[in-house]
């Protein structure tokens, strides 16, 4: 349905609606809400309004199963309407103008949280719940990245802290990198520590390796060379093999920071892993050699000079 409205051939994707229609019948609108919705929003788009509410209307009573309901059914109207208003009308006729279900719910929420349209999925998030119907772990998660990306870490980490556990929904490891991820990129990466040892003391969460991966990188964003090793130590402890650019991050970082030690111990850990490094991590070291070397050097020409004797 998707590949028939990108290229234009809406009639062909009206002719695939209508041998869809039978489907409907039997099992109502369910997850298909969004492949629905697809071919209105392009029919409204070229301006052909009046087959779109026709057709959402025979979506809608095919999905009515009793006829009570069928006798009460009022089609709604899209004419004079706005292009947004319309695809919120459209939205909200497919979810909750046929007969409801979990499935068409999750699937429509999840779409509208991807499109960045949060207001109209929490409205109908809300309603789903008013309805009772339990919230699967994947649209928390959905919601969750949908506030991490416009900016609302805040509010993404109180999905994980406080929404999921009123909802008697154990917190994933995805919703846990994605609030990590989050806090990383706003410069708290040290509060995002705090979920990785939350992770460690709950049963059946077990941190990832990009959990690991987000951390270090965000640590070292921040300057935070050290911390950012130790990280990393419980990352090869878990048996996470991090790829060459985590490696090169903190190698880099250490050798910025005058650590050299440290920085050659994490190089040898990468090439026992069997990966290169880039020309300019070779080169980070040898500039902090070079330089070690020539403060050395001049420490030594100083105290020549205090202890030579002079000549009157």
Same mark, same amino acid.
């Not at 999750?106 to 119907?133: N, P, S, W």
């Given at each position: 349905?998707?590949?028939?409205?990108?290229?234009g051939?809406?009639?062909?994707a009206?002719?695939?609606?209508y041998?869809?229609?039978?489907?409907i019948?039997?099992?109502?609108?369910d997850?298909?809400?969004?492949?629905?919705r697809?071919?209105?929003?392009?029919?409204?788009?070229?301006?052909?309004v009046?087959?779109?509410?026709?057709l959402l209307?025979?979506?809608l009573?095919?999905?009515l199963?009793y006829?009570?309901?069928?006798r009460?059914?009022?089609?709604?109207?899209?004419?004079?309407?706005?292009?947004?208003?319309?695809?919120?009308?459209?939205?909200?006729?497919?979810?909750?103008?046929g007969?409801?279900?979990?499935?068409?719910?999750?699937?429509?929420?999840?779409?509208?949280?991807?499109?960045?349209?949060?207001?109209?999925?929490d409205k109908l998030?809300?309603?789903?719940?008013?309805?009772r119907f339990r919230?699967p772990?994947?649209?928390?998660?959905?919601?969750?990245?949908?506030?991490?990306?416009?900016?609302?870490?805040?509010?993404?980490?109180?999905?994980?802290?406080?929404?999921?556990?009123?909802?008697?929904?154990?917190?994933?490891?995805?919703?846990?990198?994605?609030?990590?991820?989050?806090?990383?990129?706003e410069?708290?990466?040290?509060?995002?520590v705090?979920?990785?040892?939350?992770?460690?003391?709950?049963?059946?969460?077990?941190?990832?390796?990009?959990s /690991? #991966?987000?951390?270090?990188? =965000?640590? +070292? %964003?921040? $300057?935070?060379?050290? @911390?950012a090793?130790?990280? *990393?130590?419980? &990352?090869?402890?878990?048996r996470?093999?991090p790829?060459?650019?985590? /490696? #090169?991050?903190?190698?880099? =970082?250490l +050798? %910025?920071? $005058?650590r050299?030690? @440290?920085?050659v111990?994490? *190089?040898e850990? &990468?090439?026992?892993q069997?990966?290169?490094?880039?020309?300019?991590?070779?080169?980070?070291?040898?500039?902090?050699?070079c330089?070690?070397?020539d403060?050395?050097?001049?420490?030594?020409?100083?105290?020549?000079?205090?202890?030579?004797?002079?000549?009157?």
């Amino acid at each position: 349905m998707r590949g028939l409205c990108d290229a234009g051939r809406l009639d062909d994707a009206v002719h695939l609606l209508y041998s869809m229609l039978r489907r409907i019948s039997q099992k109502g609108c369910d997850a298909d809400v969004v492949v629905y919705r697809t071919l209105f929003y392009a029919i409204c788009a070229v301006g052909r309004v009046a087959l779109a509410e026709h057709l959402l209307a025979k979506v809608l009573l095919k999905g009515l199963r009793y006829p009570r309901r069928r006798r009460a059914f009022r089609p709604p109207e899209l004419q004079g309407r706005s292009l947004e208003d319309m695809k919120r009308i459209i939205d909200d006729a497919l979810v909750s103008g046929g007969v409801r279900s979990l499935a068409s719910y999750k699937a429509m929420v999840e779409e509208l949280y991807a499109e960045g349209r949060v207001g109209h999925a929490d409205k109908l998030f809300d309603e789903m719940i008013q309805r009772r119907f339990r919230p699967p772990v994947s649209m928390f998660e959905a919601k969750i990245a949908a506030l991490c990306k416009e900016g609302r870490v805040e509010d993404g980490a109180r999905v994980v802290e406080v929404e999921m556990m009123e909802r008697d929904c154990v917190p994933t490891v995805r919703a846990y990198n994605l609030v990590m991820d989050g806090l990383c990129k706003e410069g708290k990466a040290t509060r995002a520590v705090g979920y990785l040892d939350g992770m460690d003391r709950q049963v059946g969460c077990v941190a990832s390796k990009e959990s /690991f #991966e987000v951390l270090v990188d =965000g640590l +070292c %964003s921040e $300057g935070r060379f050290l @911390e950012a090793t130790r990280i *990393l130590e419980r &990352m090869l402890r878990r048996r996470y093999w991090p790829q060459s650019a985590i /490696f #090169e991050n903190v190698i880099r =970082g250490l +050798c %910025s920071s $005058g650590r050299s030690y @440290e920085a050659v111990l994490w *190089l040898e850990e &990468m090439i026992s892993q069997g990966k290169v490094p880039q020309v300019d991590v070779w080169t980070s070291l040898v500039s902090m050699v070079c330089l070690v070397d020539d403060l050395v050097k001049s420490s030594l020409f100083w105290d020549v000079l205090e202890h030579e004797p002079t000549y009157c």
